[in-house]
């Protein structure tokens, strides 16, 4: 059964940093292409950074980011833990919302139930 778990959400000041873990089970995070949204109150969700899947052939890694968070935001991910992080650095009021974990398997995308982020002084 394929799970998404988000934690380390929570009140941060502005320029403070976050960092955010997905746990994952039932699949490898490896093979897969995993993301990090995010939903502001009374806007839609948006895409903040991906990581690209490794194949039997290559190594992936690579990854995108929202202009927005660009330089100060980064994704990674842990095989051993099977776990992708974010780690948010100099956050900003308008990185307040929801942020959740999603994961592009073969049958369909997956989500997490999200963890909190608030900036604010």
């Known amino acids: 059964q394929v799970r998404l778990v988000e934690s380390g959400g929570g009140l941060v000041q502005p320029g403070g940093s976050l960092r955010l873990s997905c746990a994952a089970s039932?699949?490898?995070?490896?093979?897969?292409?995993m993301g990090w949204f995010r939903q502001a109150p009374g806007k839609e969700r948006e895409l903040v950074a991906s990581?690209?899947?490794?194949?039997?052939?290559?190594?992936?890694?690579?990854?995108n980011y929202a202009d927005s968070v660009k330089g100060r935001f980064t994704i990674s991910r842990d095989n051993v833990r099977n776990t992708v992080i974010l780690q948010m650095n100099s956050l900003k009021a308008h990185d307040t919302g929801v942020y959740y974990c999603?994961?592009?398997?073969?049958?369909?995308?997956?989500w997490g139930q999200g963890t909190q982020v608030t900036v604010s002084s």
């Open positions: 999603n994961a592009a398997l073969s049958d369909r995308a997956y």
């Open positions: 039932g699949f490898a995070v490896r093979w897969f292409d």
């Open positions: 990581i690209i899947s490794d194949t039997l052939t290559n190594t992936g890694g690579s990854t």
